[in-house]
């Protein structure tokens, strides 16, 4: 009679075994056991998952130089990514300076045919109309254009009591108009940039002329601390 071995197992470990002898094709848990001790192998657990074998140096060597041949080949593509991300980049640079362009000439579009506009009105009379009248239609006026006048002072100081703005810039009188004035003074409270030329596309023919003339003699500056355009003085 064969001696017989006993072993205490889990509940859990006996459904293991039971379970990979089935799987292994041994007809009973005894045969599974017996099979393991003679050829001196472990018993695996189900979920167990074998170990990931180390590649040998050999191994190493083949998918170090696999690796650097894969690089080899991926390089050219990225510096030709990189060139082609450049060239995006110019090409939007391109676009964002024609829309720029665009919009200045729709500015001078609008600019010409509120001139056009302004030409074809029916005009009063010159002779017939009075100096603030004149003013309220052309909205500023320059001492410098009035080539008949025998005493500036006076001229503009009656328009001043008719109640015109009158700045002295420099050497000569400019009288401007309330309602220009106002106009004026709101274009350059909306501007944010230093650039006069920006501020002079957002102005009419005559009211740029009337920045220009003020900003040469001071009159309008821009406040780098306030980043504003601002006038020094109204007389």
Do not use: C
Not at 32 to 46: A, C, Q, W
Not at 101 to 111: D, F, G, P, S, Y
Not at 172 to 179: I, K, N
Not at 196 to 225: C, I, N, Q, W
């Amino acid at each position: 009679m064969s001696p017989i071995v006993t072993i205490k197992v889990s509940e859990e470990e006996y459904r293991d075994l039971k379970k990979r002898a089935e799987e292994l094709g041994f007809s009973t848990l005894s045969e599974y056991i017996l099979s393991m001790l003679k050829e001196g192998r472990p018993h695996v657990p189900l979920e167990a998952k074998p170990s990931e074998p180390k590649p040998s140096p050999e191994q190493s060597k083949v998918i170090m130089a696999v690796e650097r041949k894969v690089q080899d080949i991926v390089n050219p593509y990225t510096a030709k990514i990189e060139e082609l991300s450049r060239r995006i980049s110019i090409v939007i640079e391109k676009l964002e300076e024609l829309h720029d362009a665009i919009e200045e000439l729709r500015k001078a579009k609008v600019r010409l045919e509120s001139l056009r506009r302004a030409e074809t009105r029916p005009k009063r009379r010159r002779s017939k109309m009075t100096a603030i009248e004149h003013l309220r239609e052309e909205g500023v006026v320059f001492q410098s254009e009035l080539t008949w006048l025998n005493n500036p002072r006076a001229f503009f100081e009656k328009l001043r009591r008719e109640g015109a703005i009158v700045i002295k810039a420099g050497e000569e009188y400019v009288a401007v108009d309330t309602s220009y004035w106002e106009e004026f003074k709101k274009i350059l409270a909306k501007e944010k940039a230093d650039d006069p030329e920006k501020v002079k596309a957002k102005m009419s023919e005559r009211m740029s002329k009337l920045f220009a003339r003020l900003l040469s003699e001071g009159v309008v500056f821009y406040d780098p601390t306030s980043k504003e355009w601002t006038v020094a003085s109204e007389e």
